[in-house]
């Protein structure tokens, strides 16, 4: 399997690479016809191809083989966060987190967020990047920005946890409460974090008090180490 | 106690803050006589101040109370990595892992580094505003960079862990192996890998080989997880 990945979700069927890959293949790796390729479908597939058509806007490929590469754990996770005011720091969590192994990505939009509107188009580039960097064919869901109160009555099937920085007696360690297998959903505020409101609303709807550890973390820390508790205690 | 944090390690018999943190004071935050601030000497103590000059490059203060603040984790936790050729992966890692909590940093020199040199200045700057910002008041050693042969035959006392990408049958993910209250160091590689000889010279002098998750991760992205897995290991 060629190690020159590229990401088209409608592969199977369109046999084309979208126009940034297209771009990426043509100028930047100056692929040309009869070159080997690897595509994914973002959907659990990789597809080693032949370039028929070194188009600089839409590459055509020849797909020679279907690999099903599933996602390498087997539980759901799922975080929310409020993104940043620096975009870097944001971008770089969607890019730890998908290297990790995330399945769905939603921003929040709090009380305290710094940040009110968020480009999904950036982010889903990272994702992309990071995915392919990482060899996994499964694309992770990046929702569009959600209200907290909005996005915490969403149902969801799994331990369901909000990581706070409030005095909470019954705040429990996200690594001694959650255990092996359990699909997770967990909650991490902004910077200011989340109001009192907030963190009451999601204890009423069954989200878990949590922490991350001892010391001060910045939100996009707390976020990458959240989802990589999930991938250590799902290790053991 | 105040929540303006500065650095200064020799705080106690000086009684002054350094060049850079005097700056920071005076120019940036534009704090005045008789402001109060927090003073940390990195060696676990927290020293509530009054500001008695506002000099802009040895700011004089006056201790007012000295408050001992040990590191929060009961281990030591050593990393020894080969720095990227990426200037900033290298910053951030040595951010988050600050703010997660590691003893020793110390950049490898490797037979496929990309990188052949570190400005031990940049990393310490950004050790120092992360351990600041967590809160924190034991600042991690930060090594000049050694080559690898000179690094492995050091003795450590606990655990010694190499993460290869090369096959190894013997090769345990580190969530599984490692166990709570262990000391531990961890060599991470280069974005070549280690060589073959390395490695071989790790496993001849007692390193254990150790995978850390299924998917291909970039250097820094696994020197940090490889030292937050030990920390939530440590959380059980």
Known sequence: MADTFFYSPGIRVSQQLPEQESQHCVKVLRMKEGDKLTVTDGKGFFYPCTLLQAHPKHCIVSIDEEIPRPKSWDFTLHIAFAPTKNIDRIEWFAEKATELGVDRFSPLLCRFSERKELKGER??????????????????????????????????????????????????????????????????????DFSEEEVQQALDLGFEPVSLGENRLRTETASLLACHTIHVLNAR
């Open 123 to 192: 982010v889903e580039k990272i994702v992309v990047s990071a995915m392919k960097q990482s060899q996994q064919a499964v694309m992770p869901i990046i929702d569009p920005m959600i209200p907290f109160r909005q996005f915490v009555e969403n149902p969801f099937t799994g331990r369901k946890f909000i990581a706070h920085c409030r005095p909470d007696p019954n705040k429990m360690a996200l690594a001694k409460t959650c255990r092996k297998g359990e699909d997770a959903l967990i909650l991490i505020g902004p910077e200011g």
